[in-house]
Structures are given as structure tokens and as C-alpha cells.
């Protein structure tokens, strides 16, 4: 494998993406080896934040139909603390150190996310695992991902999903589909490009921020995005 090319990074980790095939809220035995990914992230002397989301747990509004939409979002970021729980207790049982914090006060469970002490437990080489997205209904956890991407400084946001990368149109619809190596949020935005949600896509471009969208098929994949490899779509300004 190649060497780091980012020395902070933010992993967007999707529900799905640790969701058990079986039917299973978390398969476990992929959540080892994405904490052995991040673990040996940090091993190489890369920060790494995690933003959990919760799509194995709650879908927000296309589950909670007919729900008060707050309510519903309000379930989805409890629903990332669970994730963000497991997590955690995963990689601690690996041999890594983390932390999680969360936008709202629960402080039986976790530590109220402050971009000064994430930023320190970050220099310490902790894993920081965020959890509740931004704190607000009717926002992402993509917007959060890329929004605490910006307050910690990091080089780049990665957005492990179930695709491995962006493409002209859905893959898994159309065999002949276009993948890009590297995008503009201007095309993404003007070709009404599947990536990103409207708001996280505006916000990277109006602040800069590059992001990677990859396939979370292999773990480990995490660490080679970190090292630059082409295994994705790189997203920039």
C-alpha cells in the first residue's frame, strides 16, 4: 500500500454500510475490520473522524411517513449514537482509543461534541466518532459529515457508500453507466449528479472541501482513499 497522502481525514460511514446481510442492525464481524482500517489509519499517523449515519436503524422520513418530520429526524440521530456506540466498543476491543461525541447533551453516553476538544482528542491520536449529524432536523448526516469536516481542518471528507463512486447515472440500473475519476460540485449540481445531498453539495462548494465517494466493499479501502489511491471519485471545487 502507498503512504498517507492526507494527514487528517473525515470518514462519512453509512448505516447501510455496517448493516448485517442477514438482516442484522450491525454485522460485527465487518465492523472489525473497519476498526482495524481506522486503527491502522491512525497507526500512520493520520487524524481520523468518523460521522456515523443510521439508514440500518432509521430512515427519517421514509419510515416515519405521517410522522412530525423533527420527530423523525430527531429518532435518526439517536439512532447514530447506537452506531457510534458500537463503533467505539469495537475498536477499543481492537487495540484503538476513541471517543465519541455527540451535538446533543447525553452525557451518560457520550461527550458533547466541541470543535476545540475534537480537534485535541484528534492530535492525541484518538478516533473521534461522531454521532446526531449536525444536532437539527432536516439536515444530513452528509451535511454533518462535511460541516464538522470544515470546523476540524480536515484535508478531505470520505464517503464510504454502496456504490464506488459517482457515476453520469445509477450502476445498478444501467450496466453501460460512466464513472467519474474526478468531478466538480458545478457538474454534480447542474447534471443532477446521484452523490451527494443538495445541501452537503453546496456547502463543500462554497467552503472548498474535497471529498471522496467510495465503496466500503473492503474495508481496508479506507486506509488506501487516505493514501490517494483511485478506488473512487475524488469531488472538488
Known sequence: ME??????????????????????ILDFGLLERIA?????C??????????????????????????????????????????????????????????????????????????????????????VILGCGTGNSYFSTDTGAVLRAAQLGADIVLMAKNVDGIYDRDPRVYPDAKKYDTVTYDEILSKKLAAYDLTATAFCAANGIKTYAFALRDPMDIYRAACGENIGTLTCV
Request: proline share 3%; charged share 30%; hydrophobic share 40%.
Open 3 to 24: 503512504k498517507p497522502k492526507y494527514k487528517r481525514v473525515l470518514v462519512k460511514l453509512s448505516g447501510e454500510a455496517m448493516q448485517g446481510k442477514d438482516g442484522q
Open 36 to 40: 482495524d482500517a481506522l486503527i491502522l
Open 42 to 127: 491512525t497507526k500512520e499517523r493520520i487524524e481520523v473522524a468518523v460521522m456515523t449515519g443510521a439508514g440500518n436503524i432509521w430512515r427519517g422520513a421514509k419510515q416515519g411517513v405521517g410522522m412530525d418530520r423533527c420527530r423523525a429526524d430527531q429518532m435518526g440521530m439517536l439512532a447514530t449514537v447506537i452506531n457510534s456506540i458500537a463503533l467505539k466498543d469495537v475498536i477499543e476491543r481492537r487495540g484503538g482509543r476513541a471517543i465519541v461525541m455527540t451535538a446533543a447533551d447525553m452525557p451518560d453516553f457520550a461527550e458533547r461534541y466541541q470543535p476545540e476538544a475534537a480537534d485535541a482528542y484528534l492530535r492525541e491520536g484518538r478516533i
